[in-house]
Every structure is written in C-alpha cells, then in structure tokens.
C-alpha cells in the first residue's frame, strides 16, 4: 500500500516528466510540419505560416493568457500580436507587449499559459476523453485497456474536433524563452526558501495537506498531458514517412 506522501511524490514527478516530455514531442512535431511544408513549397515563410495555422487556436489562447493575467495584475498590456515572426532560431507565432514589473508578477504573467492551457487541457480531458480512465489503466500496467480508452476517446461525438482543441492547445502553451527569463530568480528563491525551512525544521503538515488537497486535480493534468503526449506521437510517427519521402525526392 502507497503512502500519502509517496503518492504525492510521485504524481509530482509524473507531472514534471510529463511536461517535459510534452515539451520535446512539441518542438519535434513542430519541426516535422515545418519540413513537410517547406519540402512541398520551397518557402520557409509558408512553413511557418503553415504551422501558425495548424497552432491558430492555441496561440490565440497563450496571448491571451499573457494579456489578462497582466491586466489582473495591474499592468499595461498593449500590442497584442498573432502571426509568426523570425525571432534568431525559432519563430515567435505571437507576442504580447506587457509593461515591466517586479520578477513576482513578471513571473506569473510569463508562465500564465501554461497554467491556463493546463486548466484547459485537464477540463477537455476530463468531461470529454475520460483521462482519469486511461491514467488508471496505465498505472496499473494494463496497455490494452489504455489504448482502448485512447481509441474509445476519439471516438466519442465530435471527439476528433476536440483532440484537435488539445493538439492546438498543448503544444502552444509553453512558455517561450523570454516568458521563463524572469521565473528564473523566482525559482532559485523558491529553492533556497525550501531549503531553509527543512534545515530549520519548520513543520511540513500545512504543505503536505495542500499537496495531498490539489493532488487529485494534479492527477487529471496528468492524465490529459499523457494523452497530449499519445497524441503527439501519433502525428509525429505520421508524418514521419511523408517527410523521408519527400526529403529523398528533392
């Protein structure tokens, strides 16, 4: 029988690697359509149009993430762009001119699509694919009934329309370089507050029951994120072969 705490524990680390794997599958899917665009037109300015195209709904959602919680928190937020632009080795699908602030709301308005697009992912998850079901299954090492209730989601009634809201939505809702710049300095706080209070031997009950309170809602982040990620691999294994294919014909 499983702790609390190792329970805790563990749904933390899978969020964490979930992200993370999340993360990479993105950036691979991303460049994957880029090729395939660019191979078949020739023009890199169409391959990014393409993918900001593929993306529209999601970027629309992280922008507009940005712009609200600044004005929630009492900044100016102007500029409000979506279309990709060259920014050095990646491409910008959008932007969102906010005033500057201290590192505590600055970190906040940067990492505001992720938690927003989170919220967003965990609800569809929930009400439409029944996530929870396929985290259950995988955990208790059954694949088959997990790839059954993968298949079961996506068949449900307009269940492709909103795995498309999920494909849109999760791979356009990390934060980019310039929107973690400022969390930065918030983490190392955090790390060194962390650090201190257990040196000190502050007591951890009040955190373990906070942790052991959102742990649930955690679980069902996971499991929409685990379902991003199939999701992901899927298309990426598509579009896999079109691409070598249309890489060997030029």
């Known amino acids: 029988m499983i702790s609390v705490d190792a329970y805790i524990l563990t749904i933390l680390l899978t969020l964490l690697l979930s992200l ?15 090729a395939i665009i660019y191979y078949l037109t020739g023009s890199g300015d169409l391959a990014s149009i393409g993918i900001f195209l ?7 959602l992280h922008e507009g993430a940005h712009w609200l919680t600044a004005r929630l928190l009492g900044l100016r937020a102007g500029k409000f762009r ?3 632009t060259k920014q050095g080795a990646y491409i910008g699908l959008g932007s969102v001119s906010v005033e500057r602030a201290d590192i505590w709301r600055e970190s906040l308005v940067g990492v505001a699509p992720l938690v927003v697009g989170n919220l967003v992912l965990a609800w569809i998850g929930w009400r439409v694919f029944a ?25 449900t009634s307009d269940g ?3 795995a498309y809201a999920i494909f849109a939505i999760g791979n356009s809702m ?13 983490l190392l706080y955090a790390l060194f507050a962390t ?7 502050l007591p951890l009950t009040l955190l373990g029951q906070l942790l052991g309170w959102i742990a649930p809602a955690i679980e069902i ?30």
């Open 20 to 34: 993370l794997a999340m993360a990479a599958l993105s950036r691979a899917v991303s460049l994957r359509v880029q």
């Open 54 to 60: 593929l993306l529209l709904p999601g970027v629309f």
């Open 82 to 84: 979506v279309w990709p």
């Open 131 to 155: 996530t929870p079901t396929l985290l259950a299954t995988l955990t208790a090492g059954n694949l088959a009934a997990a790839v059954s209730s993968f298949g079961a989601g996506l068949h």
């Open 160 to 162: 492709l329309a909103w």
């Open 174 to 186: 990390m934060p980019s370089a310039s929107d973690r710049e400022p969390f930065k300095p918030v």
């Open 195 to 201: 650090v201190i209070y257990v040196i000190v031997g």
């Open 221 to 250: 982040s996971v499991g929409a994120l685990i379902f991003l990620i199939v999701l992901d691999g899927l298309v990426w294994l598509t579009l896999w072969p079109i691409e070598w294919l249309l890489r060997r014909g030029r």
